[in-house]
Structure formats: C-alpha cells, structure tokens
C-alpha cells in the first residue's frame, strides 16, 4: 500500500510530480482515476439539501467538478503559488470566462494591443454587443497605464509575451497601479507557463492558461486553466459555472498527464529554441528574431527581472522575399508543421500578418513575420529542414 505523503515545503518539481494526486486513496495506484460523471447520487435526503446549500463544496452534479477535475485545480493553483485554481474547456473559454467575471453593461476595459487575436475578437464582438467597451493599449505602456484608466474601468487585461510580435510588458508596475484603483489585472501567461513566470506573486488577480499549450504538450487535447487567489475565486467559479463550460474528463486527464513532465519538456523547448533562434539569426533570410530570451531583444531586461525561462515559441521577420519564394519556403519544411498552436512536442511555423490585427500602435515592419515553435526534435535535424526550405525559397526568386 502507497504511504501517505508528510507535508512540508516542496521544490517545484517535486510539486508537479506530487500535487494532485493521492495513491494512499487509490489503492496505490500512481496517477488519479478518470471519472466519468454526469449525476452524483445523494445517500440521503438531508445530504441532498445540504448539496443545494451556497458554499457547498463537494461533489453534486458532473458540470460542478469530480475527483479528476479537482486534481488538476489543486496541480494548477499550486504551481501558480495560488490557492485556487479551476478547468475550462480551451484556452479561449479561460480567457472569456475570466473577463466575464467582471465586466457588466457599461463596463470598460483595457487590453494588451499584442494579446492573442481571438482574445480581441471576444472582446470586439461578444463583449461589446453587451455594452463593456474594449480599449487597446501599447504593451509597453507600464505604469503610465493609470492615465487610461476611467470610474468604470473594471479590468487591464495583459499577455507577455505579447502574440507574434513578443513584446514584454511591465507586469508588477501595471499590477500595483490597478490595484491601487480598484481594478482587477487579467493575464495570459500561456507562453511562460507557470514554471517560468507567477503572476499572482507579482500582484496580478487572475491569471489564464491556454493549457492545450505547454500544459497538455503533445497538441492532443484542448484545455483552459484559471488560477486566482482567494478573493477572485468566487467571481470566476460562479461565472464559469453559470456559462456551464467544463471540462471534459479524458482531457483533464490528458492535461494531467502532461504536466507532469512539462519542467523537463520546457527545459529542452528553452535550450533548443534559443539555439534555433540564434542559428536564424544569422542567417542571411531572416532580418530580425523576436524573442525576448536574447539579449538585444529590446524587452530583454524586462524578460531577465520577471522570469525565470522562455518557452520554446519565438518570431521572426524575414527578409522582403515574394509570394512564390513564401509559399516554397512553407512546402519545403518537412520536420516544421504548418498549423496553429505549439507548446507540444513536435516543431511548427505559422505566419503571421501583424498589420491587420494592432489598433493601439500600428505595426511598421515591412518584413514578413515567421512564428517558430521548436520541439523536442533533433536540433540538426530541424536546422537541416531549414535550410532546405530557404534553398526552396532562394530557387523559386
Ligand atoms: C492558443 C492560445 C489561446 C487559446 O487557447 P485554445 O486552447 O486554442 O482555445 C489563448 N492565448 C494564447 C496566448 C494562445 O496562444
């Protein structure tokens, strides 16, 4: 029989490959079970009532949370040095289920110019047909950001590093600022994962997770996590329920699964996308790199104070090449995998057109912008595939 754990402080890996689960509850058996639950059946009538009660915290209905879902809530919020934690079905449900926990008609909010572009889509179509009127601000914007702040401001949302174009922003000034006028602080932390950055220890309240990324991390299953301290849980535990988002059990056990080798997988992603990074860097195709990781990124002593690592996701600017050369460059790859999201094991590129998608300040670059996700492949192998695409693109003029 497995012997019950002592407490006492633990390492964070030690955390990841302890937290949420209990083999002493399951006849040893290492990694949680998956239930599968719709109904819970009440032993009593007296038990049925104290079910229905407010504050009720065990099991009762499926859409309310199970012993697996549970696990992965008590994982999530001890990784984010937080208390409480809960399971959506996306990354894009964590994000609108976070901003509808406070927001009402009339509201207004400000959001990161950078953040994930179906963020802005919620918040441009969804939230604005409620009345919450969406305003975007430069990432970099810091604690100037009190200036934009209105009597019926109710959220700064944040990403950082921002999408595509991974600009960093000054988290603890925009934080204390917030906090200092009664507003909550939103972030998307999906690129750091909570191994590399803790927003909540920076001051954040609420802090969203595309989990299908890094956290399920073999592109498997989609996931959305939702951590928060004590004095949010309630604003977004009702929300999420109120919307009946759930997540479903095999996924959460998927997520589960793969958070428990997510530090190791992250460590490979950071050594092998910085060495890919500098390897394009200095290629004679690629005019600039966007990752905050190197040292002349110009966000870098930002990056260097707030987190502890980088994930393997980074972006380029090429040189001007034409639509033909593009497209060649694109079918050549063979180990890169054309597609959206990362955060698994395999390598991906995706381009982007930034200039459609910044409101707050328009983007200038000319170049052509090439997001990279480098998996756990061989690095000579993914450098190879490389240049056979740039030979492809150089041929087809
Ligand atoms: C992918 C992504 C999301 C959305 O996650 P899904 O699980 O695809 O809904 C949100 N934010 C960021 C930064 C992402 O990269």
Not at 188 to 196: F, G, Q, S, V
Not at 266 to 282: C, F, V
Not at 351 to 365: H, Y
Request: charged share 25%; with cysteine.
């Amino acid at each position: 029989m497995a012997k019950k754990p002592s407490s006492g402080p633990r390492g964070e890996n030690t955390v990841l490959t302890t937290a949420g689960r209990d083999p002493a509850a399951n006849h040893g058996i290492v990694n949680p079970p998956v239930y599968h639950a719709s109904t819970i059946l009440s032993p009593s009538y007296a038990a049925f009532e104290e079910s229905r009660k407010p504050g009720y915290d065990g099991y009762r209905y499926g859409r309310y949370g199970t012993p697996t879902t549970r696990a992965l809530d008590e994982l999530s919020a001890a990784l984010d040095h937080t208390d409480h934690a809960i399971s959506v079905s996306s990354g894009l449900a964590a994000v609108s289920c976070a901003l509808l926990a406070f927001v009402e008609a009339g509201s207004h909010i400000l959001v990161s110019d950078s953040a994930y572009e179906p963020t802005r889509t919620f918040c441009n179509s969804v939230l604005g047909r409620f009345g919450v009127e969406t305003e975007y601000y430069d990432p970099h914007i810091g604690a100037e950001i009190e200036r934009l702040i209105r009597p019926n401001t109710k959220v700064i949302y944040m990403e950082s590093p921002g999408s595509h174009s991974f600009d960093i922003q000054d988290v603890p000034a925009i934080a204390e600022v917030a906090r200092a006028r009664g507003v909550k602080t939103i972030i998307d932390n999906t690129w750091a994962t909570p191994i590399y950055f803790k927003p909540i220890t920076k001051g954040v309240n609420v802090v969203v997770y595309a989990a299908t990324k890094y956290q399920v991390g073999h592109s498997d299953a989609m996931m959305g996590i939702i951590a928060m301290g004590e004095e949010d849980r309630d604003a977004v535990r009702d929300t999420v329920r109120r919307l009946g988002n759930t997540a479903g059990p095999d996924d959460v056990y998927l997520t589960l699964r793969g958070m428990r080798t997510m530090a190791v997988r992250l460590r490979h992603h950071m050594a092998a996308g910085l060495e890919m990074a500098r390897w394009l860097r200095d290629r004679p195709e690629v005019k600039r790199i966007l990752h905050p990781a190197l040292e002349d990124h110009p966000d870098h002593a930002l990056w260097k104070r707030d987190f502890t690592g980088a994930s393997g996701l980074f972006g380029t600017i090429f040189e001007p090449c034409s639509d033909a050369g593009f497209a060649a460059f694109f079918d050549a790859l063979e180990l890169h995998g054309l597609g959206a999201s990362w955060g698994g094991f395999e390598s991906l590129v995706l381009p982007a057109n930034l200039a459609k998608s910044r409101t707050a300040v328009p983007w200038t670059e000319t170049g052509r912008v090439v997001r990279f996700h480098t998996g756990l492949e061989d690095l000579e192998d993914l450098k190879a595939d490389v240049d056979r695409a740039f030979a492809a693109m150089k041929a087809a003029g």
